[in-house]
């Protein structure tokens, strides 16, 4: 009997929390509980049955090999009838639909390995389970997944995190409940993210004898998709003993972090043109007549295809386009190019995906056809409908403004309207450093008594400013076209300049005003304002102490 399985959607089901640098996740004391359900939860993605969607095999074959369907979406790729050279996997790779393609191929990673977290947290300890410990019950909350930073000062000076080569990990395998403070029973696993090892060949079989096969000694890689039989794990770098050498990876990664990695990165974020900044494929100026525009620029994907060559070297899965999903520090780079991604946004909040017709194809569209930002990003469904996928503008292309006009004479001294973003009970002593603040309005007002003409001549002057929530939102993980915000969310908190709290009825306020920013689908630098709410203001001291 064939086992079925659920239809797999990316839910909007979790509160929003910020992801962690995985070095932090891995090794600081804060983050204990939340690091044994990450890896819990990934190893049991990779130990589930291969044919169900959400395990870590099924997830790794969207992005190339085997070339089959995910999870019941047909493709029209064929690989003995292919005149085109349509690209066998789902992603999209030299288009423009890059960078937003692998965003909720991360996502789906993520939830899936939340949902394997969940039933540890709920289990009992005689199932090696936390029985809904408290202190796993607010790690389940914060569990996000971690991005490994690559052009950061740790990967500078250490290369890749020791961790990630570690055979074993210790982690608290349950709870017992019957003690006081519930202590925790530790113990080891096979560490999930050195490798992950095949439950099916991988690749095209490779006759016996031949050296490029891992079964022969010496093993010489081929030079280009390795095969990977059954039972054999993903490899750095591998010696001719099928082993990684995870020395010579993080060497690389030091060299590549100090001539590529930083260097680029920063050239990627002054591209302001989304066919420039999106993807390696960009050649609509074949005759280089618009370098000079940016001196020198480098895309996203270009920076990312490095990361790929230096962390799986020749014969290593990262290094290999249709194989590199398996190795499971592919996502943790991913995170990370999401996270820079994000960051660009932030900087060019007026550009959005571009029109082209330059692709590849991909399992589900053929080459040459045009793409844009509604191009459905298969197979990664927004619902339970077979056929209601996500495209671009889902995964970002909204920024959301708070319009606040204020009388600036009223007061009658300086003070500063602080905004917050899904914080209820934000006062003046809540932090700026929370993710839940937005910005700020300052109000350089003059004394009741000053002899400036103009403001006595004017004394119901009303200022207008504005504050984005994109920072805040990207923090809490709202980024997306399908967060929909109202007015009640949104909290405003006047503060006198030693930071004492004022009543809000007090400092002149005339309106603040939720908006939706879009971008003009015919002229993506053009805005589009929507008012979407006014914003409650109570009637009630906003207090300096919490």
């Known amino acids: 009997m064939v086992k079925t399985y659920n239809k797999v959607f990316l839910r909007r089901d979790k509160a929003p929390k910020p992801r962690l640098a995985v070095e932090i996740l891995m090794t600081d004391d804060k983050y204990t509980e939340q690091r044994d359900l990450f890896l819990r939860g990934l190893k049991a993605l990779q130990e589930k049955d291969p044919e169900d969607p959400t395990s870590y095999y099924r997830i790794a074959t969207i992005h190339g090999l085997p070339y089959e369907p995910y999870d019941g979406v047909a493709g029209t790729f064929n690989v003995d009838d292919n005149p085109k050279g349509q690209s066998g996997g789902y992603c999209h790779h030299g288009d423009i639909l890059f960078p937003t393609w692998h965003r909720p191929y991360v996502l789906l990673l993520e939830q899936c390995i939340y949902d394997e977290a969940k039933k540890l947290v709920e289990a009992d300890s005689k199932s090696d389970g936390y029985e809904n410990d408290s202190r796993y019950v607010q790690a389940l909350e914060d569990l996000r997944f971690p991005y490994w930073d690559w052009a950061g000062p740790t990967t500078l000076a250490y290369g890749i995190p020791a961790f990630l080569s570690k055979d074993t990990l210790t982690v608290a395998l349950s709870v017992d409940t019957s003690e006081e403070d519930n202590p925790k029973k530790l113990g080891e696993i096979v560490n999930p993210l050195k490798?992950?090892?095949?439950?099916?060949?991988?690749?095209t079989m490779i006759l016996v004898g031949d050296q490029g096969n891992p079964t022969q000694r010496p093993y010489k890689p081929p030079s280009e998709n390795p095969y990977t039989p059954a039972g054999y794990a993903t490899v750095r770098y591998p010696d001719e003993n099928y082993s990684s050498k995870h020395s010579e990876a993080s060497l690389k990664v030091i060299q590549h972090c100090t001539t590529v990695f930083r260097p680029n990165i920063y050239q990627v974020f002054l591209v302001d043109d989304w066919l420039k900044f999106s993807s390696h494929g960009w050649n609509a100026d074949p005759d280089h007549k618009e370098i000079n525009s940016y001196g020198h620029f480098s895309s996203i994907e270009v920076v990312h295809d490095t990361v790929h060559l230096a962390v799986g070297g020749h014969g290593g899965h990262m290094a290999n386009p249709e194989i590199a999903a398996f190795d499971p520090i592919?996502?943790?780079?991913?995170?990370?190019?999401d996270r820079f991604f994000a960051i660009w946004q932030a900087l060019h909040p007026e550009v959005w995906v571009a029109e082209s017709d330059q692709t590849a194809g991909t399992f589900t569209a053929s080459a040459d056809v045009k793409i844009n930002a509604q191009t459905p990003l298969t197979p990664f469904r927004k619902s339970d409908k077979e056929n209601e996928f996500l495209n671009s503008d889902d995964v970002s292309n909204t920024h959301w403004q708070v319009q606040i006009?204020?009388?600036?004479?009223?007061?009658?001294?300086?003070?500063?309207?602080?905004?917050?973003l899904d914080h209820k009970n934000a006062n003046a002593?809540?932090?700026i450093s929370s993710p839940n603040y937005a910005g700020s309005m300052y109000i350089f007002a003059r004394g009741k008594n000053t002899q400036c003409a103009n403001c006595k001549n004017h004394p119901d002057q009303?200022?207008?400013g504005s504050v984005d929530l994109y920072n805040s939102m990207q923090g809490l993980d709202l980024i997306g076209s399908e967060t929909e915000l109202k007015g009640d969310r949104i909290t405003l908190v006047a503060v006198t300049q030693d930071g004492k709290g004022i009543d809000l009825n007090k400092i002149g306020l005339v309106s603040a005003d939720l908006f939706k920013i879009g971008t003009d689908e015919k002229n993506a630098k053009d805005f589009n304002y929507k008012l979407v709410d006014h914003i409650n203001i109570?009637?009630?001291?906003?207090?300096?102490?919490?």
Request: glycine share 4%.
């Open 405 to 420: 006009r204020v009388k600036k004479h009223q007061l009658g001294y300086p003070f500063t309207i602080r905004v917050f």
């Open 195 to 203: 490798a992950y090892t095949l439950p099916k060949n991988l690749g």
């Open 429 to 431: 002593s809540t932090s």
């Open 462 to 464: 009303v200022v207008n």
């Open 330 to 337: 592919f996502f943790l780079h991913h995170c990370n190019v």
């Open 538 to 546: 109570p009637r009630k001291l906003s207090p300096s102490r919490s």
